[in-house]
Nanobody, 130 residues
Framework: QVQLVESGGGSVQSGGSLRLSCAAA?????????MGWFRQAPGKEREGVAA???????PYADSVKGRFAISRDKSKNMVYLQMNSLKPEDTAVYYC???????????????????????WGQGTQVTVSS
């Protein structure tokens, strides 16, 4: 069974940085999959943050453009979310997700919806204080 495991969350002050990691525990190669990062704040719906297709196109939510960057290390079967200039409104549980199989292209710049992903991690908490 495919598993995704997130790490790297924590508490940071406004303006700080964190890097989240997502490891595919078994079952698939992230480089041939579509991957995404989502987040859910208390009392709010889970929303897309960033995604990357199997080619490498990577759309972002408007709220994080220019601050967050998604990347993939094929040799380590890992996906990352580098988060800079963090704000209190970035506070949420962050989830890594995978779409298997994936033949989609994100070259149009639109974030895929939550419903398109069929494998999810358990999440990691990010707290940004002012």
């Amino acid at each position: 069974q495919v598993q995704l495991v997130e790490s790297g969350g924590g508490s940071v002050q406004s303006g700080g940085s964190l890097r989240l990691s997502c490891a595919a525990a078994s079952g698939f190669t992230t480089s041939s999959s579509c991957m995404g990062w989502f987040r859910q704040a208390p009392g709010k719906e889970r929303e897309g943050v960033a995604a990357i297709d199997w080619v490498g196109f990577a759309p972002y939510a408007d709220s994080v453009k220019g601050r967050f960057a998604i990347s993939r290390d094929k040799s380590k079967n890992m996906v990352y979310l580098q988060m800079n200039s963090l704000k209190p409104e970035d506070t949420a549980v962050y989830y890594c997700a995978a779409r298997l199989p994936c033949y989609s292209s994100y070259s149009g710049g639109n974030l895929p919806s939550r419903a398109e992903f069929n494998v999810w991690g358990q999440g990691t908490q990010v707290t940004v204080s002012s």
